[in-house]
C-alpha cells in the first residue's frame, strides 16, 4: 500500500458519470487535490452510508477545490444504478481488473468476495499521496477528511465554460463533473 508522502500511484482507465462511460487517468487531477476512496460494493449498507456522506459534503469540497473519485470492482451498471439510486454527483472508476485497487493496496480485501477493501486517500494537487485512511468508518470518513483538507474555500475552477458533464478538471474538452451544481444530476 502506498503511504503518505509517496507519489500516487498512476492509473488510468474508465468512470461513470452521469450514466456514460469516460476515460480517465491520475494525472487530469495535477493541479487539484483528489480524494480517491476505495469501498466493497454498490448499493450496500456501510458503502450507501460512505457514498452519501460524501454526497452529502460534495458542495464543501467543491467549494474548496477537493474532487471525489470511489473505486469498486462493480460494473459499469451497477455504478451507474448506484449513482443514480443515490445521487451521487462525482464519478466511480471501474476497476473489474482490479488494477487500480492492487496499486493502491485495495484489492481483495474480502478475499472470500474478491471485494475491494474499504480505504481512503488524500492526493495533493502535485500527485502525492498526503494522507491515508486505512481504517473508515463510512459515515465519519467524508467529514473527517472536510474537517482536515476542506476548511479553506477555494472555488474549483472551471475549465471550460459548456453545461455538458465531464469527465475531469484538467481536460479541456471537457466541462469538470464536479463543477456542475448536484442538483442539475
Known sequence: MPQEGQPAPDFQGQMV??????????????GYKLVLYFYPKDDTPGCTREACAFRD?????KDAGVYILGCSVDSAQSHAAF????NLPFPLLLDP???????????????????????TFVIDEQGK????????????NPGEILKAYASKPRPTPSPMP????????AAK???APQDEDSDSE
Request: proline share 7%; aromatic share 10%; hydrophobic share 40%.
Open 17 to 30: 458519470y452521469a450514466g456514460q462511460i469516460r476515460a480517465i487517468k491520475l494525472s487530469d487531477y495535477k
Open 57 to 61: 459534503g460534495f458542495r464543501q469540497f
Open 83 to 86: 449513482i443514480r439510486k443515490y
Open 97 to 119: 481488473d482490479k488494477k487500480i485497487a492492487t496499486a493502491y493496496g485495495a484489492a481483495n480485501g474480502i478475499p472470500i468476495l474478491g471485494l475491494n477493501r474499504r480505504i
Open 129 to 140: 499521496i498526503v494522507k491515508v485512511y486505512p481504517h473508515v468508518d463510512p459515515a465519519a
Open 162 to 169: 459548456t453545461a455538458a458533464p465531464a469527465v475531469t478538471p
Open 173 to 175: 474538452h471537457h466541462a
